[in-house]
């Protein structure tokens, strides 16, 4: 008895995305094609916005540690799934799992709810244009700032301190190519439907709740946006579309996986590897493309170093 919560497992092997050869190399090309040339995309963004004196607005101050939360979590997942690829035992030390799993969330949570941020900036300047610069002063931006930050580590050092009272003895290989809550929990050695309901309370349900408030607010800007006449109307539609692209992106992928019981399904590695290896580093690239801001500061930015 004295054992029964002592960690025998010290490793766990990773299963991969396919056990298909061919396969493996074309997933291996393509992702490193997204990491070489998008990655990239995070930086310059954060570069633009810090360089530029006319994107001091609070909307670029949030895009920049969009961009600088992106660029961190592709780190988290893609560079160890790279080298897994050309290995034959894709192996993970016990505490490097534990680890992943945490930043993995810990960046996750941060993002979703920088998105909240952002919706609430945008709720602001298009519905109370006269308040925002009392409401989104710099203070307020900043704490804004700290309370996603402190957000997203409580969402992860929950799900990490549920996960370490679980006791693992084998068997030890995972069903994906990364850790992730629901394939590690599966290996645990006892029974672990409690441990699953909050989860999926803490992952699936704040997942959900995040999307669908983020929808709301989106349409209630979006009518106010449709029956107003001013010049700025163009603009605003762009921004919120380019937002809703965003929250469908990010948010629909994690309601897939972690609002529902942890059982697997054919989807799920497909859906992981678009949720943590392709979606950041897509990014910047609709940014980019769908803010005039951004792009003509892009392009102050290259001619300046390139003249």
């Given at each position: 008895?004295?054992?029964e919560?002592?960690?025998?497992?010290?490793?766990?092997?990773?299963?991969?995305?396919t056990?298909?050869q061919?396969?493996?190399?074309l997933?291996?090309?393509?992702v490193l094609?997204f990491?070489?040339i998008?990655?990239?995309?995070n930086?310059l963004?954060i570069?633009?916005i810090?360089?530029?004196p006319?994107?001091?607005?609070?909307?670029?101050?949030?895009?920049?540690?969009?961009a600088?939360?992106?660029?961190?979590y592709s780190?988290i997942?893609a560079?160890?799934m790279?080298v897994?690829?050309?290995s034959?035992?894709k192996?993970?030390?016990y505490?490097?799992?534990?680890?992943?799993?945490?930043?993995?969330?810990?960046?996750?949570?941060?993002?979703?709810?920088?998105?909240?941020?952002?919706a609430?900036?945008?709720?602001?300047?298009i519905?109370?244009?006269?308040?925002?610069?009392?409401?989104?002063?710099?203070?307020?931006c900043?704490?804004l700032?700290l309370?996603?930050?402190?957000?997203?580590?409580?969402?992860?050092?929950?799900?990490?301190a549920?996960?370490?009272?679980?006791?693992?003895?084998?068997?030890?290989?995972?069903?994906?190519?990364?850790?992730d809550v629901?394939?590690?929990?599966?290996?645990a050695?006892?029974?672990?439907?409690?441990?699953?309901l909050?989860?999926?309370?803490?992952?699936?349900?704040?997942?959900?709740?995040?999307?669908?408030?983020l929808l709301?607010?989106y349409?209630?800007?979006?009518?106010?946006?449709?029956?107003?006449?001013?010049e700025?109307?163009?603009?605003?539609?762009?921004?919120?579309?380019?937002?809703?692209?965003?929250?469908?992106?990010?948010?629909?992928p994690?309601?897939?996986?972690?609002?529902?019981?942890?059982r697997?399904f054919?989807?799920?590695?497909?859906?992981s590897?678009f949720?943590?290896?392709?979606?950041p580093?897509l990014?910047?690239?609709?940014?980019?493309?769908?803010?005039q801001?951004?792009?003509?500061?892009?392009?102050?930015?290259?001619s300046?170093?390139?003249?």
């Amino acid at each position: 008895m004295e054992n029964e919560n002592s960690t025998e497992v010290t490793e766990f092997i990773l299963a991969g995305l396919t056990q298909s050869q061919n396969i493996q190399l074309l997933v291996f090309a393509l992702v490193l094609i997204f990491y070489l040339i998008i990655l990239p995309g995070n930086f310059l963004i954060i570069l633009t916005i810090r360089s530029d004196p006319s994107l001091t607005a609070p909307l670029y101050f949030f895009l920049g540690n969009l961009a600088f939360l992106d660029a961190s979590y592709s780190f988290i997942v893609a560079p160890r799934m790279l080298v897994d690829f050309l290995s034959e035992k894709k192996v993970i030390s016990y505490r490097a799992c534990i680890t992943q799993l945490f930043f993995l969330h810990f960046l996750g949570g941060g993002e979703g709810l920088l998105l909240v941020v952002m919706a609430f900036d945008r709720y602001i300047a298009i519905c109370r244009p006269l308040h925002y610069s009392t409401v989104m002063n710099p203070r307020a931006c900043y704490a804004l700032l700290l309370a996603l930050w402190l957000g997203g580590f409580v969402h992860s050092i929950i799900q990490v301190a549920l996960i370490l009272r679980l006791p693992f003895c084998g068997p030890n290989r995972l069903d994906n190519f990364f850790c992730d809550v629901p394939q590690v929990i599966k290996l645990a050695c006892t029974d672990t439907f409690v441990v699953e309901l909050l989860m999926v309370f803490n992952s699936g349900l704040m997942t959900l709740l995040c999307f669908l408030g983020l929808l709301a607010s989106y349409a209630v800007i979006l009518c106010r946006v449709h029956g107003s006449s001013s010049e700025g109307k163009s603009k605003a539609l762009s921004t919120c579309t380019t937002h809703i692209i965003v929250i469908f992106l990010m948010f629909g992928p994690g309601i897939f996986i972690y609002t529902r019981p942890f059982r697997a399904f054919p989807a799920d590695k497909v859906v992981s590897l678009f949720h943590t290896v392709i979606f950041p580093l897509l990014n910047p690239v609709i940014y980019t493309l769908r803010n005039q801001e951004v792009k003509s500061s892009v392009k102050r930015l290259f001619s300046q170093h390139l003249a």
